[in-house]
């Protein structure tokens, strides 16, 4: 005599694999968000080297190259297992595409952050007071779109992350003023203008990937992407 099966029984499985493939999606963001927090926490430690005049130390980032790469590494590798065993769909897919995306954000903002890292000393001699506090400016400005990237990814908030572009515009204009203030230097040393041009250069990449950022984060949520 064949017995149907109990069909809780039957669900049980199915529900665990389920929650499984969640926690793995779970856990390819998680290691996203961190590789992101650690590089908000550089760019943090270089502008504090720049903005208060601590050039004659190297700034505290708490990374390696290598131990980032890695990291990066991993995340690629549970995203392609995810996407060939689980043929993820939909929102599901979004936030994967996106830690993926995320990541390597991260990573170019890592990249920027130890430029900055092995110019500070000469960048810092390199400012008047005027342009150390125009650069604190656009500093704090650059921090505040990364930090406000990172909450939407931690948070999948499509709201944060939306409310990234009206800060990014109002960052840009301080952006604008000191390319104008290091325009107008006399009698510059050209490798001083170089890291001038750098440094400027760099918070600006930085501003961009942060809304970058919270493009993907609004993509992952919304399906959308957001304004340019």
Request: hydrophobic fraction near 50%.
């Given at each position: 005599?064949?017995?149907?099966?109990?069909?809780?029984?039957?669900?049980?499985?199915?529900?665990?694999?389920?929650?499984?493939?969640?926690?793995?999606i779970?856990?390819?963001?998680?290691?996203?968000?961190?590789?992101?927090?650690?590089?908000?926490?550089?760019?943090?430690?270089?502008s504090?080297?720049?903005?208060?005049?601590?050039?004659?130390?190297?700034?505290?980032?708490?990374?390696?190259?290598?131990?980032?790469?890695?990291?990066?590494?991993?995340?690629?590798?549970?995203?392609?297992?995810?996407?060939?065993?689980?043929?993820?769909?939909?929102?599901?897919?979004?936030?994967?595409?996106?830690?993926?995306?995320?990541?390597?954000?991260?990573?170019?903002?890592?990249?920027?952050?130890?430029?900055?890292?092995?110019?500070?000393?000469?960048?810092?001699?390199?400012?008047?007071?005027?342009?150390?506090?125009?650069?604190?400016?656009?500093?704090?400005?650059?921090?505040?779109?990364?930090?406000?990237?990172?909450?939407?990814?931690?948070?999948?908030?499509?709201?944060?992350?939306?409310?990234?572009?009206?800060?990014?515009?109002?960052?840009?204009?301080?952006?604008?003023?000191?390319?104008?203030?290091?325009?107008?230097?006399?009698?510059?040393?050209?490798?001083?203008?170089?890291?001038?041009?750098?440094?400027?250069?760099?918070?600006?990449?930085?501003?961009?990937?942060?809304?970058?950022?919270?493009?993907?984060v609004h993509?992952?949520?919304?399906?959308?992407?957001?304004?340019a």
């Amino acid at each position: 005599m064949v017995f149907d099966e109990d069909p809780a029984a039957a669900a049980e499985p199915i529900s665990e694999l389920r929650r499984s493939y969640h926690d793995r999606i779970s856990e390819v963001r998680r290691l996203s968000l961190g590789i992101l927090v650690d590089a908000v926490v550089g760019v943090d430690a270089v502008s504090d080297s720049l903005v208060l005049g601590h050039g004659s130390r190297p700034p505290v980032i708490g990374f390696s190259p290598a131990e980032m790469q890695e990291r990066a590494a991993l995340v690629d590798t549970e995203i392609v297992a995810l996407l060939a065993l689980e043929s993820p769909v939909a929102r599901d897919l979004r936030v994967i595409l996106s830690a993926r995306d995320v990541t390597q954000l991260a990573m170019l903002c890592i990249g920027l952050c130890q430029t900055l890292s092995e110019r500070v000393e000469r960048i810092s001699m390199a400012l008047t007071e005027p342009l150390r506090r125009s650069v604190g400016e656009v500093a704090a400005g650059t921090l505040e779109l990364l930090r406000a990237a990172q909450g939407a990814w931690t948070t999948l908030d499509g709201g944060l992350a939306a409310a990234v572009v009206p800060q990014a515009a109002a960052v840009q204009v301080r952006q604008t003023e000191l390319m104008r203030a290091l325009i107008g230097l006399e009698a510059v040393p050209m490798e001083t203008a170089m890291d001038l041009a750098l440094l400027a250069r760099a918070f600006e990449r930085l501003a961009d990937h942060a809304v970058e950022i919270a493009d993907r984060v609004h993509f992952a949520v919304q399906g959308t992407r957001l304004p340019a």
